[in-house]
């Protein structure tokens, strides 16, 4: 249906008049939380960087109420690294890929490490003596 506006209103092609809503009384958009976590989840690995072949890609879990977005990150860091750093990096990120492709706000993100793992362990593995 291909509608036209005219200075009386809206019209569909034929001329009828087409039902205005106001903005207020037109829905809503509902997201899925499995969408918002896939998302955050995309976004700490964005945060990380590329990730070595035994490390489990970040996932995340979220609590979505009116609104906000509270995002909880489970990863795993290389070892030696600026755990703190690295930590921030990823809430930073997180909070502003949720804000700019859900139009959510982000007031908490919970970064859990699950597993370190060590650099010169994969060093000394390729080693030989």
């Known amino acids: 249906m291909t509608s036209i506006s005219g200075a009386d209103g809206a019209v569909d092609e034929r001329g009828r008049p087409l039902a205005v809503v106001a903005p207020g ?18 976004a700490a690995r964005e945060a990380l960087g590329p ?8 996932h995340a879990t979220v609590v979505v109420h009116h609104g906000t977005v509270r995002v909880r990150v489970h990863l795993e860091l290389d070892y030696p690294c ?8 990823v809430r930073r990120q997180v ?8 139009g959510m706000e982000v007031p908490e993100v919970a970064v859990q490490v699950e597993r370190l793992h060590p650099a010169q362990a994969r060093a000394v593995q390729g080693r030989t003596r």
């Open 95 to 102: 909070v502003q890929r949720v804000r700019a492709l859900v």
């Open 51 to 58: 990730l070595p072949p035994e490390t489990a890609p970040p």
């Open 25 to 42: 009384e037109r829905g809503a958009t509902r997201i899925a939380d499995r969408v918002v976590a896939k998302i955050a989840a995309q």
């Open 82 to 89: 600026d755990i703190g750093d690295r930590c921030f990096q």
